[in-house]
């Protein structure tokens, strides 16, 4: 078996490797997005936070990783430019999680990251081969480069801060 090295992403981060590896993150309303070529041994994970960089805002390198539109396209082309082609880049999409809000008839950021993530991998011609997202608890991902499997752990119901001060603002 082969050794793996570990890295953990932090919010607006993203990772491409090379050797077997595993990357992880914890996600909330952000996006996990997993990209494997088996082919070529490649593995990445973006971590973006928001679905788009507002118009007029200046795209530093740095700035790119934390927008998922850019984010995803920007990991598309790095794995072209190692030779990767698109039908055979195997893309996951996890997190977009709704922990911050409580109205079920509004727009969260966790479901605009989702969209957002579709509408991109659509118009790229990447095919996403698995989905978990939305809810209302965030998850742990582990994400292993080289056997392409997720292993993903909910994290427990928050029972306390804004959800415990929604509830007892609605007297429930």
């Known amino acids: 078996m082969a050794v793996r090295h570990e890295f953990t992403l932090q919010p607006g981060e993203s990772r491409l490797v090379r050797t077997p590896s595993v990357l992880k993150t914890v996600l909330g309303s952000c996006a996990g997005v ?16 928001l679905p788009t960089i507002r118009p007029g805002r200046e795209s530093s390198e740095t700035v790119l990783t934390r927008y998922v539109d850019l984010a995803l396209k920007g990991m598309i082309h790095r794995l072209e430019k190692l030779g990767a082609q698109r039908g055979e880049i195997e893309v996951k999409l996890f997190g977009c999680c709704d922990v911050l809000d409580f109205d079920v008839n509004r727009i969260t950021v966790g479901r605009m990251n989702a969209e957002m993530a579709m509408k991109v991998l659509s118009e790229e011609g990447v095919v996403l081969a698995a989905r978990q997202t939305g809810g209302p608890v965030g998850m742990y991902i582990y994400f292993t480069t080289d056997s392409g499997e997720v292993l993903l752990r909910r994290l427990a119901p928050l029972e306390t801060g804004l959800r415990k001060e929604a509830k007892l603002a609605d007297g429930r």
Do not use: I, N
Request: hydrophobic share 45%.
């Open 34 to 49: 997993t990209f494997r070529v088996q082919r070529l041994g490649l593995g990445a994970m973006c971590h973006p936070m």
